[in-house]
DNA sequence: GCTGCCGGTTGATCTGGATCAAATATAAGT
DNA sequence: ACTTATATTTGATCCAGATCAACCGGCAGC
């Protein structure tokens, strides 16, 4: 037992009451006794590796995952045989959600760099959800948390041009990581250009060449995958644009 | 009592369980018990009439609600003065799910024709789902759901071309009316030319040159807003692409 | 019926960002 | 260090679809 013990990292073994997440993730705003019942069911396997996969498309749904310490990025494929990364997931974050429905997974989550996951069966926590209301409107939440976000992807993929979707990315990047204590302004990218041009709907070259006008504009610092964002409030400015966007339209319906 | 029962339309009065989309709706899979619990805390308004909003961005959230005939257009501002609109609803749709994070409306729903909506005050549905595990699965299964209709957005915004978003438009329609017993290849649009461009991510014009194109290749029949579609299959050829879709590289990260 | 307006269609032009092409930088082996 | 595979950058060109412009048809109000 004492040997289980040296063996597992703690950053791995650390129980939800213990963990620093906690107010962003599942627990959030629980009494302790139901952060313990949480806890019970929560599964914590041994870190996972670069390019490991949570789970498929297409694989039976069992499992809400949540990041621990890491990375994850969620793609779906596009019938052609291409792909739509969909997120790009930090400590916290809960994937999977999209599975409930049809009970199986419609999108594959991969690993972008070492990282702890959290595993939460699923019937185990509707179990629980039926017996603490506080947990089940936290997961109502969380569930239309993940809507609102994606409202706001698709407000960016209909109507934002490519320099405004990439500072919007870096934006929501920087203020994530500084919910989570890290430096909103000084991190490193996990995932590559290619990515963030799939997430993004730009072709590569588009973000490699904005990335450039943006360092030479003093926006940011550029390093290989190294970012520093040295004035947030300009590229705040970009994301709500010059007041035209792809320059469409702006009807009122 | 009787003199009630005369002026309200019957269609608005009808209870769940003998709603014609209870199983598309909120009381699908449940125990006729559980439906009548469910009735007792929907409340059944007057019909809503072309521009009359269910809510507006910014309102506080109280309640969901269910389109039971008509249709109704949900759209969110973008910081510039426009807007992006998120969806089309048809009867047995849910809507306002994307509220319960904030506890405040992000987008504003208006109706585009004369319709009949039912109206499920959140916290009631709540404390219903406490109790009721199989209405909590549904609440759980339609969020998920919701989910899975936005990644499918993302997926057609970040990845397809004009010609496979609008076939992808009609062919959902088609789908989500055959659903509600109505004809898949005769319809009439309740939304206009612009509102469908907005959705799509396209201009205006856009939209109305690829009707037209559709039109001359025998694809569908368009008379204003009347649609029938006459070569099902070959839409859904579209839909997938020639294996091209924004003739964007089709990486594997 | 007439008039004005709005939604829709059609044509001409323009352009942001994709695509094509190639060089360079990193990383991974061997 | 040397070869190979991969990621990123940079430059040149192209094109789908936006934008601009003009016109048309239906319908609401008078």
Do not use: W
């Amino acid at each position: 037992m004492n040997q289980r013990k040296v063996i597992s990292l703690e950053t791995i073994r650390v129980a939800c009451k213990n963990c620093t997440l906690s107010s962003l993730c599942l627990p959030m705003g629980l009494v302790p006794e139901d952060v313990e019942r949480l806890d019970d069911i929560v599964k914590r396997a041994r870190p996972l590796h670069r390019g490991d996969f949570l789970f498929r498309e297409g694989d039976r749904f069992r499992s809400l995952y949540v990041v621990k310490t890491g990375s994850v990025k969620t793609f779906a494929p596009s019938p052609e045989g291409g792909e739509q990364v969909l997120g790009f997931h930090l400590p916290g974050e809960i994937i999977g959600m999209d599975a409930i429905d049809k009970d199986a997974h419609a999108c594959s989550a991969k690993v972008l760099e070492t990282s702890a996951i959290c595993e939460i069966p699923f019937s185990r926590l509707e179990e629980l959800t039926c017996t603490i209301p506080s947990l089940q409107h936290q997961m109502y939440r969380l569930l239309s948390k993940e809507i609102g976000q994606d409202t706001d992807m698709l407000l960016l993929l209909g109507k934002k041009n490519a320099e405004e979707r990439l500072a919007a990315f870096l934006l929501s990047l920087s203020q994530r990581l500084h919910k989570r204590g890290l430096s909103p302004s000084d991190f490193y990218l996990s995932m590559s250009r290619h990515e963030i041009g799939n997430y993004l709907g730009l072709a590569v070259e588009t973000v490699s060449r904005l990335f450039t006008r943006f360092q030479e504009d003093g926006l940011m610092r550029v390093d290989r995958k190294h970012i520093q964002l040295l004035d947030l409030s300009a590229l705040e400015a970009l994301v709500v644009g010059s007041g035209q966007g792809r320059r469409q339209q702006q009807q009122q319906t």
